[in-house]
């Protein structure tokens, strides 16, 4: 895959979308409610802003140039509050999954349960790092709404888009739902690939792309085509994003390649092993899979049955497919040449990854 966009202009990109979500933080720093403890503020500040790819800010400005909307500063902004929701999500997430790490660092829930430990605080310090961290990730969710709101761009503007986004918010909480359903269901391959769509891909790619668009008032007809790149696109991230769970370098990815497998995550990866095991290989995914306790030797069993199975093999193969048919879809789309390079350079940045 190719692309005609200078990488440098995704990063300069990304400073911009950074600077404005710290300009938006430093300025609910003296609105802090007088005596409230400031661990919380604190500790959402550097977990914003501390590393992250940016694709869903940067889906939602190219959305608005795909929809000849100009550079600006209030498209920069709008795009950015994003962030913060991918942050609400992201935070929620680590609780639901039990995930301890997020981006190499503990995961928010962690680092206020450490806090307690540490502290000799009365009562749970697992109950204590959930509950905090809950709603640390409510008040992201919570400021995510104010930046969008407030990002310069007129009412009448600001209206179309906001529909959009909180058709996202919806989708991405029933997704989240599904997921839980699917994880003490039987984890069919259908099931697995309608949470990464509600959950996911529309999430990442599709819903920022029409954020964007619909900002910049485009037309329903460049609306819908968007979400013919989009689907394929972000279902092609996410089942991306599963196999790396299971076979990335925790190193790279900043999490442990245990998680998935121990939660028992119902990826459309492991549906596909379970659907392709023979007798033998059934009765061992049974064992390990899910299991709360499973170790290293474990977890290099389980990553052997999907390898020999080839459930590997087919999730590359789906990836693949699912990324040509968002390349071929964005072709036969009417947007700026620019845009287009752009956002052919993003499908490469969003599949072709190691983290």
């Known amino acids: 895959m190719t692309a005609t966009i200078a990488p440098t202009d995704a990063n300069e990109l990304r400073a911009r979308f950074d600077a404005e979500l710290t300009a938006f933080l430093d300025r609910q720093d003296p609105d802090w409610p007088d005596g409230a403890p400031r661990g919380v503020f604190t500790t959402l500040h550097r977990f914003v802003l501390a590393g992250g790819k940016r694709l869903r800010p940067l889906f939602c400005y190219w959305g608005w140039r795909a929809a000849g909307g100009p550079d600006s500063t209030p498209i920069v902004t709008a795009a950015a509050a994003l962030e913060l929701f991918h942050a609400f999500a992201l935070i929620h997430d680590d609780i639901l999954d039990g995930s301890d790490r997020r981006r190499g660092e503990p995961s928010v829930h962690r680092i206020f349960a450490d806090l307690h430990t540490r502290s000799s605080w009365r009562g749970d310090p697992e109950a204590y790092g959930r509950n905090t961290a809950l709603l640390c990730g409510d008040l992201c969710a919570a400021w995510s709404d104010q930046m969008f709101h407030e990002c310069g761009l007129d009412a009448e503007s ?24 699917s994880g003490v269901g039987g984890g069919s391959v259908a099931s697995a690939l309608t949470v990464i769509r509600m959950k996911a891909a529309r999430y990442t790619v599709t819903r920022p792309l029409q954020i964007g668009a619909t900002l910049a008032g485009a037309s329903s007809e460049l609306v819908d085509a968007l979400a013919e790149f989009g689907d394929p696109l972000g279902d092609a991230f996410q089942l991306r994003d599963d196999v790396l769970g299971v076979f990335g370098d925790p190193a790279v990815t900043g999490k442990s390649i245990l998680d998935d497998l121990r939660e028992g995550k119902a990826t459309v990866m492991m ?85």
């Open 158 to 181: 600001v209206h179309r888009g906001y529909a959009v986004f909180s058709l996202m918010r919806t989708e991405v909480i029933a997704g989240e739902y599904l997921d839980l359903v």
């Open 271 to 355: 549906a596909l092993a379970r659907d392709a095991a023979d007798r033998a290989q059934s009765a061992r995914l049974r064992e390990l899979f899910g299991n709360p306790d499973l170790d290293a030797e474990g977890a290099a069993e389980l990553r052997e049955i999907i390898e020999s199975t080839g459930a590997r093999t087919t999730i590359e193969q789906m990836i693949q497919v699912r990324t040509d048919a968002a390349l071929a879809a964005l072709a036969q789309t009417t947007v700026t040449p620019e845009s287009r390079a752009a956002l052919t350079a993003l499908a490469a940045q969003a599949v072709d990854r190691h983290h």
